[in-house]
């Protein structure tokens, strides 16, 4: 039977992905398990500049990659030497990602079992204070030369790769390399205990990074399936790569159903604001339904636009829809027009009274904008979403008051609920916002059976 081998490669780029950067320099160097049997390395003409930041990190400049080939002229070398081996590398798929798109390029289709000396480090001989392949390297006295040249952190790599085989006496890199291993479909900086602690259960993930910080949340049906999706395919947008590399920490929050998991996932990415959180940062209302009180003592009704953290009456995605409801309002109540305040809009839109014509009663006035406030919002439905919970113990319960979230928990199925309004003592309080009502609308729209209502009359949505 063959012996394995490995392709231990480190390369050097001009910048951080594979999509719009280029290789300046390869180096692999072939191990048979027990010794280095062969080593290559050389330049690479990226066919575009070297930017200075890069330089400055490497020392490569346009003038020595000028003359040097195009990767496409060693591509065949590439792919012979890469051939039936294991792929390794410190921190393997981002050179795995730059050299598979090369060989693309080239028309040269490679796969390769693959295996990282970072995570193998970090199973091996944990607790070191830091597995970056300079501060490894000092840690475990491996002599490191011509550091960030792809030659001198390829033998680096090398010299760990060969320690890490002596180390290994429960034969961890042979489970890492096996073709069904999650080992290497994680982030480089991830703990495996984290991944391997996700059940299969609805709920919210958080991704935090090197400082403690979340960067980005989601939510599942399926907690460790959608997680691990996140680490398939090869894309190799610098996004992505960014992203993956950022992730050093999991933590999760089991929820009774997805729609608890969806509602949870808006309200942290709005607490959180995480960097790597994108669509939902979107569906902010821009408008609102306020009432105030001049100096005159007179009551305004008034469409305009949310500061952050400003309550109103009501919030809109639009300010026209903020106006249709406050000329319905105002029409139904009888309001004059001179204390309704239609946000922007440029006069003569609306048909306002001569301020020449005698005020309104200030008290029959106030009244009116107050029984105009209380119709609406009495109309607002209050009810109860019930739905399964996180065990068979208990129920969820998800609570919207007078049209608005107000909050969502669970209640153990023992605790008697005598009165629909006993839930809201037991949910926890949440920030409502347009998104997440549509989000229950919605819901409630193909699930009625599970709505509880305050009052039991028709509502429609």
Known sequence: ?????????????????ASHSRITEIAIVIHDGEKVIDRW???????????????????????????APVFEMVSDKVFELLSDRVFVAHNVNFDYSFVRHELEIAGLKWTAKKLCTVRASRKIRPGIPSYSLGRLCKSLDIDLENRHRAGGDADATAILFSRLLEWDTDKEMDKMIKKTSQEQRLPPNLPREDFDQLPEKPGVYYFYDEHNKVIYVGKAINLKKRVASHFSGHKITPQRQNFLKDICAITFEICGTEMMALLLECIEIKKLWPIYNKALKRFEPKYGLFEYEARNGYRYLAIGKIAKNQSCIETFDTIYNGINLLRELAQQFKIDHRFCKYGSMPDGVFPLQSDQEELPNIEEHNDQVQAAIAFYLEKRPT?????????????????????????????END???????????????????QYIMQLIFSFIQKHPQKVRFEKQEEHEF
């Open 1 to 17: 039977m063959k012996k394995q081998e490995y392709a231990i490669v480190d390369i050097e780029t001009t910048g951080g992905n």
């Open 41 to 67: 390395e050389t330049l690479i003409n990226p066919e575009k500049d070297i930017p200075p930041a890069i330089f400055a990190l490497t020392g490569i400049t346009n003038e020595m990659v000028s003359d």
């Open 383 to 411: 009810f109860a979403i019930v739905d399964k919970g996180r065990t068979n113990e208990e129920h969820s319960y998800i609570w919207v008051e007078k049209g608005h979230f107000y909050g969502m928990g669970y209640i």
């Open 415 to 433: 605790i008697a609920i005598n009165d629909l309004s006993q839930i809201k003592d037991h949910m926890t309080p949440y920030p409502t916002n």
